[in-house]
C-alpha cells in the first residue's frame, strides 16, 4: 500500500530531552512537511523540502530540525529548546509544492 | 499575510441534510485550494483540490466551489449521514511562496 507512515502514534518526553519522529512516505513525492496542530488551531508549518539534502525553515522551525538524506525519509527532531512541544505533530508530502498534499497520520507528543 | 477563516467552528444537523461549510482568505493571489477530513486523533485526509483557474470540484456527495476574486470557498455535502462527523479543513497554496495556509476547521456533527 503507497502512503506515508508516522511513527511512533505516541512519544513521552522528558523535560531537557531530544526526541526524533518517524516520517516515511513510498509515494515517491519530491516534497515532504512538517506541521503542528494545536487544539482549535489551523496546522502551522515548521519544515519543510522540496528535494533531497534541501529544506527549508517555515513559521515556527525554532526548537526544530530537520534532515533529508532520503526522498523518502524526512525525520523531525524535538530538541530541548523548543520550551513547549506538547501537540500533534503531522508530516505530509506531495509531488510539487503545488499538488495534492497527502498526510501521514500523526504522533502525538507530550511532556513528561 | 494570507489569512484563512473557517465559519462556523461548529455545526451540528440531523441526519440526511444537505450542508455548506465556508472557508474565506484575505489574498486572492492562490495556486490551489484544498479540503481536507480529521477524525478526532488522526490524520488528514483529502477530499477535494481545486486549482486557480477551477471554479469546482466534485466526489460523490462532496462538492467545492472556488470563488478567487471574493476569496471564498464552499464545501458542499449532500444527504449528510452520520459518518460524515468529522472536522473539515481548508487550505490554500499562495503563489509566490511555497507555503501552505490552513483554516482551524469546522467541527461537523451529524445526529442520526
Known amino acids: 500500500d503507497g502512503g506515508i507512515t508516522q511513527s511512533p502514534k505516541y512519544l513521552f518526553r522528558k523535560e531537557g530531552q531530544n526526541v526524533t519522529l518517524s516520517c516515511e512516505q513510498n509515494l515517491n513525492h519530491d516534497a515532504m512537511y512538517w506541521y503542528r496542530q494545536d487544539p482549535g488551531q489551523g496546522l502551522r508549518l515548521i519544515y519543510y523540502s522540496q528535494i533531497v539534502n534541501d529544506f527549508q525553515k517555515g513559521d515556527i522551525a525554532e526548537g526544530y530540525s530537520v534532515s533529508r538524506e532520503k526522498k523518502e525519509s524526512f525525520p523531525l527532531t524535538v530538541t530541548s529548546a523548543q520550551k513547549n512541544p506538547t501537540a500533534f505533530y503531522l508530516c505530509?508530502?506531495?509531488?510539487?509544492?503545488?499538488?495534492?498534499?497527502?498526510f501521514g497520520q500523526g504522533t502525538r507528543l507530550t511532556v513528561v | 499575510k494570507q489569512e484563512v477563516t473557517q465559519i462556523p467552528a461548529a455545526l451540528s444537523v440531523p441526519e440526511g441534510e444537505n450542508l455548506v461549510l465556508n472557508c474565506s482568505f484575505t489574498?486572492?493571489?492562490?495556486?490551489?485550494l484544498q479540503w481536507f477530513r480529521q477524525d478526532p486523533g488522526k490524520g488528514l485526509t483529502s477530499l477535494l483540490l481545486?486549482?486557480?483557474?477551477?471554479r469546482e470540484q466534485t466526489s460523490g456527495r462532496l462538492n467545492a466551489s472556488l470563488d478567487k476574486s471574493s476569496g471564498r470557498s464552499t464545501l458542499y455535502i449532500a444527504a449528510s449521514q452520520p459518518g460524515d462527523s468529522a472536522t473539515y479543513l481548508c487550505a490554500v497554496f499562495n503563489t509566490g511562496g511555497f507555503k501552505t495556509i490552513f483554516g482551524a476547521g469546522t467541527r461537523l456533527f451529524v445526529k442520526a
Open positions: 489574498d486572492s493571489a492562490i495556486y490551489n
Open positions: 505530509a508530502s506531495s509531488f510539487t509544492g503545488t499538488t495534492e498534499a497527502f
Open positions: 481545486i486549482q486557480s483557474s477551477q
